[in-house]
């Protein structure tokens, strides 16, 4: 009887010992898999990397800011000579800047339409006068007005031989023109005013031009 209470004693001791025992070491491994903190897993990624993790203000800072550059389109220029009326009813010359073109003669008659620059000088063309078209061909130059060159006229014999003249003596400046044929609206005219004869090709006409007057400075266009 005896030996049986103690067989007894010494089970329930062996148990007690294994069942503490083993839940001692479930508690350490559960807390050994407790996941880590946000703060802890950036700690470990930067730890891990042997940098710092840059900073809001450090990133702002590293990056590039947007920035325009100008680029301007740059080209080669070229001076032209434009004759306008002066008062007398003569023909002064009048220096442009324009960008360099290959058709220079036609870029000239533009420019002749737009008027003078210089205070002084008259336009020499009617109001909405327009280039159709110009032609050079074996020294001949045909250009081509609408029809407000006669329309739109204000008529007068001096009126008439400035604005003539301002286009002959604006385009033989060209060493390839020596003679102009103006058309309107693509037909030859006897005469734009009724006092000059323009059926025919025309040369320059230099005693038009005031002598001795200084050729002027236009603008840049």
Known sequence: MKAAI???????????????????GEGQELTSK?????????????????????????????APSAT??????GGATTTIVLY???????????QRTINKTAGIARQAIHELCQGP???GLGATIPDRTQLLDINIQDGLCTVNFSQELVANHSGGSGSENTTVYSIVNTLTQFSSIEQVQILVD??????????LDVSVPLT??????RAGSRM?????R
Request: hydrophobic fraction near 35%; charge should be negative; glycine fraction near 8%.
């Open 186 to 195: 693509g037909a030859i005219v006897e005469s734009i005013a009724g006092h």
């Open 204 to 209: 320059r006409d230099s005693d038009l031009i």
């Open 84 to 94: 306008f009326a002066d008062a007398d009813g003569y023909l002064q010359a009048e």
């Open 6 to 24: 103690k067989f007894f004693i010494y089970m329930t001791l062996i148990l007690v010992v294994m069942y503490s025992s083993g839940c001692a």
């Open 117 to 119: 620059c210089n205070q």
């Open 34 to 62: 407790q996941p880590p903190t946000l703060n802890n897993a950036v700690d470990n990624q930067t730890a891990g990397s042997g940098q710092e993790a840059p900073s809001s203000t450090a990133a702002d800072q590293a």
């Open 68 to 73: 325009t550059s100008p680029n301007p389109a």
């Open 216 to 220: 002027q400075q236009g603008f840049e």
